[in-house]
């Protein structure tokens, strides 16, 4: 397991491993919170009121509180003076009564405050983030999410610079107070009608403005909707404001979840570390994920912002009402609330195909970015055995695939029955912090008889075992017996501390395709009758054996249907029948899977080819003909087609291969999309003619989609052009850049210039820079389209060195430090990784930099060389340089030593 050093430090606290095993029930319950806040961005002042009792069930022992620089200027129990001692960070106080009153006053400095964790000020307003630890920066307490109480919050401020004051729950009282030396001041004092963990405290304070929504529930409760942000955004609200309503409503239709408040707000802050958070009744957001309008947000944005207020709305159920016991338990509110944002995406599409594409997108995330973490040193199981510091567990294995545990489990009982399965988890849990286990048994024992019911136990190591499960195909057609023999074995390699892992429960839709391309019905040896043409078979052992029977001639299966188990699927299809899947399956998913089989195929044997530099061509004529063939087809929806057409990622041909060259990857994948520019040039041209106008703007998918695709002919025009010399579609691009009527088009415009090197970009992000130079939002495209251009003759670092110096540059913002510097190092591999080793020089000291000003975005940034193990030569021995050079820096944060530790350790 992992060993710290144990003569390290993190500023006072050395760094501890916490263990899921060590968990005890707290010494003491803390019933009611009532907190008072003078705010003052130098110093503002926190008292601190709580009623707490023993906790009967666990030995009388010491309180210990959380607080982290925090200045303690009184401690009183019942009312008097008390003797207490600090153990690092802890306040402690012995020899108490089984209840008492306990008063705290401390100070804090939020304008100081460059972590966004706890109290912090943005753009003179005051803001708070406390999960999962930050609530113990804004007053000592007993920081742990199964310590639920009432919180009553009196906010006190300027009035002139903080007119607003917003805390969880229902404004009871508001008023004027004596006036300061800067004038007259004001309070607010709010109440929470629900209990609630620290971590889902929130407070918002400054001059905000806000778009406000009365909505009548299904009970016929009526409810204010709000969203809050700086004067002049209003106009970018209306989108967010829908999206809660649309999320309001589909958790009363889909489960029966009502909304529990009078209001729910939203607020939005430029600063802030993550996307969003879910504070009870006061969600604050990143703008990124709330500021729309079609001249400053992409239809990417969009969806965006629609998924991500569904999900802190979600939340409000599925995270608050029942809450997690302990951070290792943090899938449990994370995975099912993505599980729901997902199918929540979908349910608002409508039509089938524009599921499928939201499904094939969802996969892509997974595929891309969680199975690279779970073969990597940060490889984790869903629910977590240890660690240093939560934050850095808050990934896509507690999300993304956490999300396709809760999806597995919706398979197994199928729709109604996960349905039932929920409505059973509030009836047992509603108010209470509870286990991945208290989860997965509800949906279990509500579905008594089914096969999660029957495997539950073993369904369950999908939390406890980490890395991604292979399942192993082979298929024999037998003439003479009219047989299909599918045998499907599964293994899972070692990963940190778990050598041997035991089979999984692994649900696997399938069907078979006859050689006319559709469905042959399915009928099993054992069974008296077919029985449809797609089901879900469920492996438990490590290798089974599938024969279906009435089968004339050898089908080509179609394994994993829906994606149905976040595995990869091993089976030797030859190209014939993967260009039969791609013209015939019926389920989207796996026709799309069938075109990136046939790419994934022809990039590698290129990576291995001995030519170099790489072959010029490394598609055949096969292949082309089919993407054509997808291009043109009469029935596929322009979104469908825009995912066919789009090759593997790098970071996934990665993946593939055992040793990985970024370069070689780079120049094949370029080598691939050119040649598909100049082979099917005619053909983009009357895509992008068909697909260029989609009228009056609005986001939906169809025509989102439309948008997608006109904007990567356009992409594949300009690249065409920079072999054969034409000028007119660069110029149509420019032309089309400068005349669009949407962010989309626009950049969709911008960046095929960019992507393609052509020098018109010069001039087309100037202008850009020029028209959106006062929208923070677009600016950060506009750096971070920059920083993942294509490397030519290694120019992309000095660029980026350059957009550093930039006077719109920050590196305490973290939209803005993420735009270059994460886009850069994480989003751009074949600039990264420099022969030089220039790109881990630039990427150790930014690390370390940014270290000193918010660790939670510097241990992100750090995980770029997550897979240096991987790197061929010369990368993997600079890359483990600058990582080491980064973990001997003396007083790294907790959060950045873990990540480097860990990935020394791989
Ligand atoms: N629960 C928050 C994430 C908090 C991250 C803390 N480091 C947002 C979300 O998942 O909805
Ligand atoms: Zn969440």
């Not at 079609?294 to 999900?311: F, K, L, M, R």
């Not at 939906?700 to 695709?709: C, E, H, I, Q, V």
């Amino acid at each position: 397991m992992l060993q710290m050093p144990d003569d390290r430090e993190n500023g006072q606290m050395p760094a501890v491993v916490v263990n899921r095993a060590d968990y005890v029930a707290p010494a003491y319950w803390i019933d009611t919170v009532d907190l008072c806040f003078d705010l003052d961005p130098a110093k503002t002042r926190v008292l601190n009121k709580m009623k707490l009792r023993r906790n009967p069930d666990v030995p009388t022992q010491p309180l210990k509180l959380d607080g982290e620089e925090l200045n303690l200027a009184r401690v009183l129990v019942n009312g008097q003076g008390t003797s207490f001692r600090m153990e690092g960070n802890r306040l402690v106080l012995d020899n108490l009564p089984d209840d008492f009153e306990l008063e705290i006053f401390t100070t804090t400095c939020p304008a100081k405050n460059t972590k966004l964790m706890g109290l912090y000020v943005s753009n003179d307003s005051f803001f708070t983030q406390c999960e999962a630890e930050g609530f113990r920066r804004i007053t000592y307490f007993l920081d742990r999410p199964d310590v639920m109480a009432s919180y009553s919050v009196t906010l006190r401020a300027d009035k002139a610079l903080y007119p607003v004051l917003l805390s969880n729950g229902n404004l009871v009282e508001q008023g004027m107070l004596e006036n300061g030396p800067n004038g007259p001041r004001h309070f607010a004092k709010w109440v929470d009608p629900h209990k609630k963990p620290s971590y889902l405290f929130a407070l918002v304070a400054g001059q905000l403005v806000s778009r406000e929504q009365r909505i009548t529930s299904r009970a016929g409760k009526e409810h204010t909707l709000q969203v809050y942000v700086r004067p002049g955004d209003l106009d970018k609200t209306e989108h967010a404001m829908n999206s809660l309503m649309h999320s309001v409503a589909w958790d009363e239709a889909r489960f029966g979840l009502p909304l529990d408040l009078e209001r729910f707000m939203i607020v939005a802050t430029s600063d802030f570390n993550m996307g969003a958070m879910e504070n009870k009744g006061l969600n604050i957001f990143n703008t990124k994920y709330v500021l729309a309008n079609q001249a400053t947000a992409t239809d990417t944005d969009y969806s965006n912002i629609e998924s991500v207020v569904g999900h802190e709305y979600f939340h409000n159920w599925t995270g608050n009402r029942i809450t997690c016991r302990d951070w290792f338990q943090l899938s449990l509110k994370e995975g099912l609330t993505v599980f729901r944002d997902q199918e929540f995406s979908q349910d608002l599409c409508g039509e089938a195909s524009a599921r499928a594409v939201k499904r094939i997108e969802d996969v892509r995330v997974l595929r891309t970015a969680q199975f690279p973490e779970d073969a990597g040193p940060m490889a984790h199981p869903v629910r977590p055995d240890s660690y240093i510091e939560i934050s850095n567990f808050y990934t896509v294995t507690i999300y993304e695939k956490g999300a396709e545990v809760v999806r597995m489990m919706q398979t197994l009982v199928g729709r109604e029955g996960f349905a039932r399965g929920m409505t059973l988890y509030f009836e047992r849990h509603d108010g209470k912090a509870v286990t991945c286990d208290d989860f997965a048994q509800a949906i279990a024992d509500a579905n008594p008889g089914s096969d999660l019911a029957r495997l539950l136990p073993q369904f369950k190591r999908w939390y406890s075992q980490a890395g991604t499960p292979r399942v192993h195909a082979q298929g024999v057609h037998d003439a003479a017996a009219r047989t299909y023999t599918l045998t499907l074995a599964q293994s899972c390699a070692p990963t940190a501390g778990q050598a041997v892992k035991e089979p999984f429960v692994i649900p696997v839709g399938l069907g078979l395709l006859g050689a006319d391309g559709a469905d042959l019905p399915l009928q099993l040896a054992h069974e008296t009758a077919a029985a449809g043409t797609s089901r879900t078979v469920v492996l438990t052992q490590a290798s089974e054996t599938l024969t279906f029977v009435n089968v004339d001639a050898e089908p080509v299966p179609s394994i994993l249907r829906g994606f149905t188990a976040p595995v990869v699927l091993e089976f030797d299809y030859t190209d014939a029948q993967l260009l039969h899947l791609l013209a015939h399956d019926s389920d989207p998913f796996n026709r799309w899977e069938a075109g990136q089989r046939l790419a994934v195929r022809r990039a590698i044997k290129s990576i291995a080819a001995v030519a170099y530099p790489v072959d010029a061509a490394p598609l055949d004529e096969a292949y082309v003909q089919a993407m054509r063939s997808v291009l043109h087809h009469p029935r596929l929806d322009a979104a469908f087609k825009e995912l066919v057409l789009t090759l593997p990622s790098e970071t996934y041909l990665a993946e593939q291969l055992d040793v990985v060259d970024p370069q070689r990857i780079h120049a094949v994948r370029e080598a691939m999309r050119q040649q598909l520019a100049v082979a099917l040039a005619g053909d983009w041209q009357q895509v992008y003619e068909a697909n260029q106008g989609t009228g009056a703007y609005t986001p939906d998918p169809t025509s989102s989609g439309r948008r997608a695709l006109a904007g990567m002919a356009l992409s594949q025009l300009c690249l065409a052009a920079m072999t054969t010399g034409d000028t007119v579609w660069p110029g149509k691009t420019l032309q089309r850049f400068k005349d669009a009527g949407n962010m989309t088009d626009r950049f969709n415009a911008l960046s095929a210039l960019v992507s393609s090197g052509h020098p018109l970009a010069a001039q087309a992000l100037a202008k850009f820079h020029a028209m959106f130079k006062d929208e923070a939002l677009v600016i950060d495209k506009w750096f971070g389209l920059q920083a993942g251009a294509p490397d030519r003759s290694g120019n992309v670092l000095p660029a980026v060195r350059q957009l550093m110096k930039h006077p719109d540059f920050s590196l305490r913002n973290p939209n803005r430090a993420r735009s270059v510097i994460s886009t850069y190092c994480q989003a751009n591999p074949a600039a990264f990784h420099r022969t030089d080793a220039a790109g881990y020089v630039f990427w150790s000291d930014r690390v370390m930099e940014l270290d000193a000003i918010n660790p939670q975005v510097a241990a992100r940034l750090a995980r770029a060389l997550d897979r240096w193990s991987k790197l061929a030569e010369p990368y993997r021995s600079a890359a483990r340089e600058a990582i080491a050079r980064v973990a001997a820096k003396t007083d790294l944060s907790k959060d950045t030593l873990e990540v480097v530790t860990r990935a020394l350790a791989d």
